[in-house]
């Protein structure tokens, strides 16, 4: 063992896990977010070309594992299996990150400017898409509430953002080195720090630009309620705590029917029953379903629109017998003719191993493991629905059509966008999304303790307002039930209700609000284009690792650290 191995040891360790605090404060609920611009900077500068290879995978991966499992705490709250190896696999990105970074400051003549944003962002957007995607905790999640920085999303994604934090730590990290290297003032140095400048001055005069013309572009909408339960998830399973659920929904719905509402959001599967007509229709008439469906159907007769959360079934015929073939996590709308409407939407993302089960025919064995390490004590497994349902509703001077988000789908940024429309129009006025984040609270003598998943989500659908100049409207079971505008503003206050006035205060309280909802009339770059940004960083990613392994493996081969 050299002299210099434990201090390099060290030295690499700490600079990793620097940058770990740094990433873990700047978002919720910390939002140290000014942190964002540098957080990258000790893991840049300790993927140096002299450092050896081996020693960066491992002590990089061990900070990164540990980084997620103390970020994604709340996983565990529901499957602690899941949790560890979820976050196993979450850590690989930190050593092809160390990796990639030590070879292009070796070979490439490309500035760290520019390479550290394009691996970046490569890797956040492989983390979106590999087994199905988890776009949590990226960089530009952190400047959520920074108005400013963000409207470029409307153009390039969630993604863009991401690249211009990256772009700025790249920059801080090459000029360090050449403070190092007493090249600090060299002419190249000043053009990148005036280039860096002016892209992100011209973020932001884009982004207040687009601000100052909202106004212009947007109209006022209905008067929407949501409705925001407190229960926790082992409580709303319970099939026998049914009726008590439905009874306080309908108590604070009734209040935001009053407060003027013309349409009410009930959270996600919060009607703990099957709701669509096929399957009511082979119920008998004392049934729960029929119930239920009576109930409600009476609540918005010649009231109001109410969109709610419930199971869909598909009923088939197996040995003379009745049997449910498929079941789906759904959307439906009742309206004002006390009917329930023509159509309902089925979740086209569904969690793998939270709401269906990878392998569950062809590897059957894995499959009933799976279920036994799961939190339920049935087979829990979901069919995903395949249309992205547009409903439609008239407050009575005009009529509007919206589309729902259920759960997660709300950090999924190409469902969203498929659901607005992807036609150069959109097909919709505004999003409700509705989600159930009881999974996520623990219960402790009576009260409810939320987790940081409930803030970070909010967050998150920031984005997805921004992306596509569309207002969410969210009900959420736990909280953060709010309204964010088309420019990702999250909404404190209300026209009525009984929630936390600031919107970020509601988790693990119950109550309702009433507002209005705002329609914005612009179709954005994003909305027409997609994720072409990450998808073409991601390529690049790829490509950067394959160069990387094969300049390692082939300096091990002959005889060096390379």
């Known amino acids: 063992m050299s002299k210099d191995k434990p201090k390099s040891v060290l030295f690499a360790f700490g600079a990793f896990c620097v940058s770990a605090v740094f990433l873990t404060v700047i978002q919720v609920p910390f939002d140290l977010h000014f942190f964002a611009w540098v957080a990258l900077v000790p893991f840049i500068l300790v993927c140096s070309p002299k450092a050896r290879p081996w020693r960066l995978v491992w002590i990089s991966y061990l900070v990164s594992l540990i980084y997620w499992l103390g ?172 009726d008590e659920i439905l009874a306080e929904l309908l108590v604070r719905s009734d209040a935001c029917i009053e407060a003027g509402a013309k349409l009410v959001a009930w959270p996600e599967t919060i009607v703990l029953t099957t709701l669509n007509k096929d399957y009511l229709g082979l119920c008998p008439e004392d049934s729960t379903p029929r119930v239920f ?21 598909t009923i ?67 069919t995903h629905g395949r249309d992205y349902t547009i409903f439609e509703m008239s407050d009575g001077q005009a009529d509007y059509r919206f589309g729902v988000l259920i759960c997660y789908e709300d950090t999924d940024p190409v469902v969203t966008r498929k659901m607005v429309g992807v036609d150069g129009y959109k097909r919709l006025d505004w999003l409700v999304n509705i989600s159930n984040d009881g999974w996520y609270v623990r219960f402790r003598d009576g009260e409810i303790l939320p987790s940081v998943e409930l803030g970070q989500r909010t967050a998150i659908s920031v984005f997805r307002c921004v992306e596509n100049r569309i207002s969410i409207l969210r009900s959420v079971n736990t909280g953060i039930s709010c309204l964010i505008d088309s420019v990702g503003r999250i909404k404190d206050g209300f ?68």
């Open 71 to 242: 970020n994604l705490y709340w996983i565990a709250i529901v499957t602690v299996p899941a949790y560890i190896l979820f976050c196993m696999y979450l850590g690989l990105y930190w050593p092809l990150l160390a990796l990639c970074v030590r070879y292009c400051r070796k070979k490439a003549a490309v500035p760290l400017f520019l390479v550290v944003p394009i691996l970046f962002l490569g890797a956040e957007a492989w983390q979106g898409i590999l087994l199905t995607g988890f776009n949590w905790r990226l960089l530009a999640h952190s400047q959520y509430a920074n108005l400013s920085i963000i409207q470029i999303a409307d153009i390039f994604g969630a993604g863009g953002v991401s690249f211009i934090i990256a772009m700025v730590n790249g920059l801080a990290a090459g000029l360090l080195t050449d403070v190092f290297g007493r090249k600090l003032f060299r002419p190249g140095n000043i053009f990148k720090t005036v280039l860096v400048f002016l892209v992100l001055l011209s973020t932001i005069f884009y982004g207040r630009w687009r601000i100052g013309q909202t106004e212009e572009y947007t109209r006022g909408g209905p008067l929407a309620g949501s409705v925001q339960p407190n229960v926790p998830s082992h409580v709303k399973e319970l099939a026998e705590a049914g």
């Open 293 to 313: 469906d009576k109930i409600i159907s009476g609540h918005t007769k010649e009231r109001a629109y109410v969109l709610l959360g419930a199971h869909a079934a």
């Open 495 to 562: 026209l009525a209700g009984d929630l936390p006035v600031a919107a970020m205060e509601r988790e693990g309280v119950g109550g309702w609000f009433v507002d209005r909802i705002w329609i914005d009339d612009r179709v954005t770059i994003f909305s027409r284009r997609g994720r072409y940004l990450d998808f073409s960083f991601a390529t690049v990613f790829v490509v950067v690792i394959i160069l990387t392994l094969r300049h390692i493996f082939k300096g091990r081969k002959a005889g060096g650290s390379r």
């Open 316 to 382: 088939g015929v197996r040995d003379g017998e009745y049997v449910v073939v498929d079941r789906f996590n759904s959307a439906y709308l009742y309206g004002p003719d006390g009917s329930q409407g023509p159509r309902r939407y089925d979740k086209i993302h569904l969690v793998p191993f939270g709401e269906y089960i990878p392998f569950r025919e062809s590897m059957p064995l894995i499959a009933e493991l799976v279920v036994k390490l799961s939190p339920y004590d049935y087979d829990y497994h979901l």
